[in-house]
């Protein structure tokens, strides 16, 4: 018996993470995100393939910048109207999009492919701690990739009970 993963629905899946930024560096951040979205932690990773997973980020408003950046920093838009350059800068962006600002990094960290726009549909960002409805799809922590209590209660129902308990 082969203990291989394969081409099994099993090993493409998607998993939902939960990150929260506060207080992270943006780059530092937004590669770890684009990985994962991409699949390369995946073993069945292929670069022609979507098998990346689902990321749900909170707290876009307190993600810091390294340098003075938080200064020079400046996104650009064009209307594609002659004249139709749009500037804004780093700190009126975190005030009105914080959101734009995480999903302009991780864009950037993104290979420029067909596969970029679905990548990017996957990705959640909210300025705020509160995620909504996707709270209820959130299985794997960031930051060791084990699963959420949530889901180990729903999955055992000896530590549900433990849990009442406490």
């Given amino acids: 018996m082969s203990q291989a993963v394969g081409n099994t629905a099993l090993a493409y899946a998607r998993v939902w993470h939960h990150v929260n930024a506060s207080d992270r560096v943006l780059g530092k951040l937004a590669e770890r995100i684009a990985l994962v979205l991409m699949g390369k932690h995946k073993p069945i990773y292929d670069k022609s393939l979507d098998c990346g997973d689902y990321v749900v980020v909170t707290n876009a408003k307190h993600i810091k910048v390294t340098g003075r950046k938080d200064e020079q920093l400046v996104y650009r838009k064009h209307t594609m109207f002659p004249g139709g350059l749009k500037e804004t800068e780093y700190k009126d962006m975190m005030e009105k999009k914080p959101y ?67």
Avoid: C, Q
Avoid at 112 to 132: C, D, H, Q, T
Avoid at 138 to 165: F, H, M, Q, S, V
């Fill in 100 to 166: 734009e600002i995480i999903r302009h990094a991780v864009s950037g960290m993104l290979p420029k492919n067909k596969l970029r726009e679905r990548r990017l549909e996957r990705l959640k960002v909210f300025g705020g701690s509160n995620m909504g409805i996707y709270r209820g799809n959130i299985l794997k922590r960031w930051e060791d990739g084990t699963l959420t209590e949530d889901y180990i209660l729903k999955l055992d129902p000896k530590n549900r009970l433990k849990a009442k308990a406490k």
